[in-house]
């Protein structure tokens, strides 16, 4: 691997590092109920919450067998409507497309995947899944699987430091809650509006048209893609808004966005491990911990396979190549008819429909015949 490579590393990883410090202190802050600066704000949204569950609910103490069943138990009825929205999808509303219903195994993958943090896709989202199915059944679970991972984590620390026998290890719903309301919503906002500036669509239209040099009209997906794909690196979730996942340029449309979301996936299993430390009152104990776990990134990175050149030349061609990044000039070479609320991404020559009259290099490209029958610049 090459010192430029090996620079990036290291600065991303003491970009995460130095935001992990603050980060693990004001998930024990949201833990242990301390008083943060945004109390005032929260505290009127998450009593409201409560109101609906029942303040009951959300306020008594629980046991290990108590916490595991109310979290077994919410996470069954979220998968079930889930799973009732992928099957009922042509009959819900956001389906311009008119997308048909979501075939009920692969709708029950689907939803077992999302709801338990898997993220498992066995399906293109931008041809199959409405806007509604997008936000309902794929974003909103990206939040709470995440908050729920967070919340059981929470309960194992507290473990190490309650006197009652394990009688009290918080409680679930307001845990939930207060991990949602106060963390993870408040950065997909922040990090959705930046998204945005640099390029990825955020609307509720489903295509823009464009013309492409060789002719004819090529309908490009858009819709809600900045709001799944903030949340999808900050829960450490994956899937994606298209079939290629982030390699899609309206996914991650810049190098800085690249960096962005690197770092965001890596921002909160850090920041638990500093919150661990704060918690048990230990803090060597994390230092042992993130040591750890940072050898084991620098090891890992130099395993990785490096693309060929000739690989990095041709990666602008294949949505989804894993050499993508590679290829920095990426240009638009068709112009587009778009509503004024969409701000699509400027390397946007790639999409993932085809155009309706392709050219013949563009018809040569399927996978099976590409050896035998492109020229020998697309071989």
């Known amino acids: 691997m090459s010192m430029p490579s090996w620079m990036q590393i290291g600065i991303t990883l003491l970009i995460v590092f130095l935001l992990s410090i603050p980060a693990g202190r004001y998930l024990c802050a949201v833990v242990t109920e301390r008083r943060t600066l945004l109390n005032p704000l929260f505290d009127r949204v998450d009593n409201a919450i409560y109101l609906l569950i029942g303040r009951r609910a959300a306020s008594r103490p629980m046991n290990w067998r108590a916490f595991t069943f109310h979290m077994l138990a919410t996470n069954l009825v979220m998968a079930v409507i889930i799973y009732l929205i992928l099957v009922l999808q042509d009959r819900l509303p956001l389906n ?5 219903a979501m075939e009920p195994m692969l709708a029950f993958n689907t939803a077992i995947s999302f709801i ?6 066995g399906y293109a989202g931008e041809t199959t899944l409405s806007n509604f199915s997008q936000m309902a059944a794929i974003t909103f679970p990206m939040f709470t699987s995440a908050a729920t991972g967070f919340v059981v984590a929470m309960a194992f620390i507290r473990a190490f430091i309650v006197k009652d026998g394990g009688a009290n290890l918080g409680n679930f719903y307001r845990d939930l809650i207060r ?23 955020q609307t509720l239209d489903v295509e823009v048209i464009a013309h492409p040099i060789q002719g004819g009209e090529q309908g490009i997906a858009i819709g809600s893609v900045a709001a799944l794909e903030t949340i999808k690196h900050i829960g450490t979730n994956g899937g994606g808004f298209f079939n290629a996942n982030a390699a899609h340029p309206f996914e991650n449309p810049t190098p800085l966005t690249s960096l962005l979301l690197a770092v965001s996936m890596a921002l909160l299993p850090s920041a638990l491990v500093i ?8 803090r060597r104990q994390a230092c042992v911990l993130y040591g750890v776990m940072a050898a084991m990134v620098v090891m890992f990175a130099r395993r990785q396979p490096r693309c060929s050149s000739r690989a990095a030349r041709r990666s602008w061609r294949r949505t989804g190549s894993s050499c993508r990044r590679a290829a920095i000039n990426r240009v638009a070479i068709w112009k587009a008819r778009r509503p004024a609320s969409v701000l699509p991404a400027a390397a946007s020559l790639l999409s993932s429909r085809r155009p309706s009259r392709p050219a013949a290099s563009t018809r040569c490209m399927t996978a099976s015949r590409r050896s035998a029958h492109c020229p020998p610049s697309w071989a």
């Open 275 to 282: 919150c661990f430390g704060e918690m048990i009152g230990n």
């Open 96 to 100: 311009p497309k008119n997308f048909p």
């Open 179 to 201: 991990f949602t309301t106060r963390v993870l919503l408040p950065i997909s906002l922040v990090l959705s509006l930046f998204l945005i500036s640099q390029g990825s669509p």
């Open 116 to 121: 338990t943090n898997t993220d498992w896709q």
